[in-house]
C-alpha cells in the first residue's frame, strides 16, 4: 500500500477534499459494535498524534469517528463501510478541528517564549477536550508565567506569519530548532518569527492572530517542573464568560464591585469568624444558666444536647458535675448522627459504664475513672434506658 497523501500538510485550513477508496475492512471492537477501517490515496484528516486527539467527521457521508496513522498509512475508523474504488468527499469537524490548530499554535507560542527567556523544554502537552496542559521541565514563578502570558498575547497581536517547510539535511544542521526526538529526515520546520522554531507534523494556523486570546487559567509543581493549563480562542471566551457570570453574581450578593470581590469575600469571612464567636460566648453562658437551674444534690443526671459544640461538652460536664451527687451523663448530637458523650462522677468508677455504653453502641472512647468521652450511635431512649439499669445494678 502507498503511503497516504497528506493533505493537511499543503493546507491546513482545507476542510472538504475529494479522495479515493484503496481499502475498506471491516473490524469488530470489544463493545460488539462493528466499525470500518478506510484507507485512501489521499486525506485531510489529522490522525491521533503528538498528545491531541484525531480529527473527527464524514467520509462519503458516513461519520468518522476516529483516525490513526502507521507508518505512513492513515487509517480513518468509520461507522458504515464504503465501496472500493469509489471517489468520496471527505468532510472535517471544523469546530474542533480548528480549536485544535488554536490550541496546538498556542502551545508552539508559549514552549517558545519559555524556552527562549528561560532554556526550560516543553516535556508534556495533552490537548483534551476540555483541559489543555504543557509540562515544562523547569520551575516558573506566577510573575514568570505573566510575563509568557503577555509576550504570548503580545505574539497573536502582532498577527505573526507561520511557516511550514520541509528544510534539506544540510538546511537542517545549521537550524536551531527544538525537537522532541532525533530526527534526520524530512523533518517539518514550524516557524514563527523570533518566537519559536520547532519541529512538528500537526496543523497549525497560518496567521497567529487565527489564535485569539491566550489564557494560562491555572499551573502547579509537576515533577520538579511546572504544569501550565492553557486555554486559546473560544475555549478561553467561553472561560471568561463562566468567570465573568459567577464574580457577577458575587458582585450582587455582596454589593462589591466585580473586581473588589475578593476583599468583599475576606470581610464576609472575618465577620463570620466573629459571630462564631459570639455565638460560642452565647452558647457558655446559656450552658451556665442550664446548669445552675439543676437542683444541688440531684442524684443522676443525664442531658441530650442537640446544638452544644463538642468544645463546650467538657464544661458543661464540669458544671453540671458540682451539682450533681451521683452519676453525670452528658450528650451531644442526635439520634441521625450519634452522640458525644462525657460521663463524670466524683464518687462512682465511671468506666466500667463506658464501657458498657461503648459495647452497645458501637461506641468509642475512654479517660479516667473520674471522667470519660467517646462517642456512640443508638437512640436517645435506649441509652437512656442502658444508663438507668447500670446505674441501679451499681446501687445494689
Ligand atoms: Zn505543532
Given at each position: 500500500?502507498?503511503k497516504?497523501?497528506?493533505?493537511?500538510?499543503?493546507d491546513?485550513?482545507?476542510?472538504?477534499f475529494?479522495?479515493?477508496?484503496l481499502?475498506?475492512?471491516?473490524?469488530?471492537?470489544?463493545d460488539?459494535?462493528?466499525?470500518?477501517?478506510?484507507?485512501?490515496?489521499?486525506?485531510?484528516?489529522?490522525?491521533?498524534?503528538?498528545?491531541?486527539?484525531?480529527?473527527i467527521?464524514?467520509?462519503?457521508?458516513?461519520?468518522?469517528?476516529d483516525?490513526?496513522?502507521?507508518?505512513?498509512?492513515?487509517?480513518?475508523?468509520?461507522?458504515?463501510?464504503?465501496?472500493?474504488?469509489?471517489?468520496?468527499?471527505?468532510?472535517?469537524?471544523w469546530?474542533?478541528?480548528?480549536?485544535?490548530?488554536q490550541?496546538?499554535?498556542?502551545e508552539?507560542?508559549v514552549?517558545?517564549?519559555?524556552?527562549?527567556?528561560?532554556?526550560?523544554?516543553?516535556?508534556?502537552?495533552?490537548?483534551?477536550?476540555?483541559?489543555?496542559?504543557?509540562?515544562?521541565?523547569?520551575s516558573?514563578t506566577?510573575?514568570?508565567?505573566r510575563?509568557?502570558?503577555?509576550?504570548?498575547?503580545?505574539?497573536?497581536f502582532?498577527?505573526?506569519?507561520?511557516d511550514?517547510k520541509?528544510?534539506?539535511?544540510?538546511?537542517?544542521?545549521?537550524?536551531?530548532?527544538?525537537?522532541?526526538i532525533?530526527l534526520?529526515e524530512?523533518?517539518?520546520?514550524?516557524?514563527i518569527?523570533?518566537?519559536?522554531?520547532?519541529?512538528c507534523?500537526a496543523p497549525?494556523?497560518s496567521?497567529?492572530?487565527?489564535?485569539?486570546?491566550?489564557?494560562?487559567?491555572?499551573?502547579?509543581?509537576?515533577?520538579?517542573?511546572?504544569?501550565?493549563?492553557?486555554?486559546?480562542?473560544?475555549?478561553?471566551?467561553?472561560?471568561?464568560?463562566?468567570?465573568?457570570?459567577n464574580?457577577t453574581?458575587?458582585?450582587?450578593?455582596?454589593?462589591?464591585?466585580?473586581?473588589?470581590?475578593?476583599?468583599?469575600v475576606k470581610?464576609l469571612?472575618?465577620?463570620?469568624?466573629?459571630?462564631?464567636?459570639?455565638?460560642?460566648?452565647?452558647?457558655?453562658?446559656?450552658?451556665?444558666?442550664?446548669?445552675?437551674?439543676?437542683?444541688?444534690g440531684?442524684?443522676?443526671?443525664?442531658?441530650?444536647?442537640?446544638d452544644?459544640?463538642?468544645?463546650?461538652?467538657?464544661?458543661?460536664?464540669?458544671?453540671?458535675?458540682?451539682?450533681?451527687?451521683?452519676?453525670?451523663?452528658?450528650?451531644?448530637?442526635?439520634?441521625?448522627?450519634?452522640?458525644?458523650?462525657?460521663?463524670?462522677?466524683s464518687?462512682?468508677?465511671?468506666?466500667?459504664?463506658?464501657?458498657q455504653?461503648?459495647?452497645?453502641?458501637?461506641?468509642?472512647?475512654?479517660?479516667?475513672?473520674?471522667?470519660?468521652?467517646?462517642?456512640?450511635?443508638?437512640?436517645?431512649?435506649?441509652?437512656?434506658?442502658l444508663?438507668?439499669?447500670?446505674?441501679?445494678?451499681?446501687a445494689?
Amino acid at each position: 500500500m502507498n503511503k497516504t497523501i497528506q493533505l493537511y500538510n499543503q493546507d491546513s485550513h482545507m476542510n472538504k477534499f475529494q479522495a479515493t477508496v484503496l481499502s475498506c475492512t471491516s473490524e469488530v471492537t470489544k463493545d460488539n459494535t462493528s466499525h470500518y477501517i478506510v484507507i485512501l490515496d489521499a486525506t485531510a484528516f489529522f490522525p491521533e498524534g503528538g498528545g491531541q486527539s484525531s480529527d473527527i467527521g464524514t467520509l462519503g457521508g458516513v461519520l468518522v469517528v476516529d483516525v490513526q496513522e502507521k507508518e505512513d498509512i492513515i487509517y480513518h475508523t468509520l461507522t458504515a463501510p464504503l465501496h472500493v474504488g469509489d471517489t468520496v468527499t471527505g468532510e472535517i469537524n471544523w469546530e474542533k478541528r480548528f480549536d485544535n490548530m488554536q490550541h496546538h499554535t498556542g502551545e508552539h507560542i508559549v514552549s517558545g517564549i519559555v524556552h527562549q527567556y528561560f532554556g526550560y523544554d516543553n516535556v508534556g502537552f495533552h490537548l483534551g477536550s476540555d483541559v489543555v496542559t504543557i509540562d515544562f521541565n523547569g520551575s516558573l514563578t506566577d510573575e514568570d508565567i505573566r510575563m509568557v502570558e503577555t509576550k504570548a498575547n503580545q505574539a497573536v497581536f502582532s498577527n505573526l506569519p507561520i511557516d511550514v517547510k520541509f528544510p534539506s539535511s544540510e538546511e537542517l544542521t545549521k537550524l536551531d530548532y527544538r525537537s522532541k526526538i532525533e530526527l534526520t529526515e524530512n523533518v517539518r520546520i514550524v516557524t514563527i518569527p523570533n518566537i519559536d522554531i520547532c519541529a512538528c507534523c500537526a496543523p497549525h494556523v497560518s496567521f497567529t492572530g487565527e489564535i485569539g486570546l491566550i489564557k494560562i487559567v491555572s499551573w502547579q509543581k509537576y515533577k520538579g517542573g511546572v504544569r501550565l493549563s492553557m486555554l486559546c480562542g473560544s475555549r478561553a471566551l467561553a472561560d471568561y464568560n463562566k468567570k465573568e457570570v459567577n464574580v457577577t453574581e458575587i458582585s450582587a450578593l455582596l454589593s462589591a464591585k466585580p473586581y473588589e470581590v475578593s476583599e468583599a469575600v475576606k470581610h464576609l469571612k472575618d465577620e463570620a469568624l466573629s459571630l462564631k464567636g459570639q455565638i460560642s460566648n452565647l452558647n457558655n453562658q446559656l450552658l451556665k444558666f442550664k446548669a445552675a437551674s439543676i437542683p444541688e444534690g440531684t442524684k443522676s443526671i443525664y442531658i441530650f444536647e442537640k446544638d452544644i459544640e463538642p468544645g463546650s461538652l467538657r464544661t458543661y460536664a464540669n458544671m453540671i458535675l458540682e451539682r450533681c451527687e451521683n452519676l453525670c451523663a452528658v450528650f451531644a448530637g442526635s439520634d441521625d448522627t450519634g452522640y458525644k458523650y462525657i460521663l463524670a462522677s466524683s464518687h462512682i468508677d465511671v468506666r466500667e459504664i463506658g464501657k458498657q455504653l461503648n459495647e452497645h453502641f458501637s461506641g468509642k472512647g475512654g479517660g479516667s475513672k473520674e471522667m470519660i468521652q467517646g462517642s456512640i450511635v443508638g437512640s436517645k431512649e435506649m441509652i437512656q434506658g442502658l444508663l438507668n439499669k447500670l446505674e441501679t445494678e451499681l446501687a445494689n
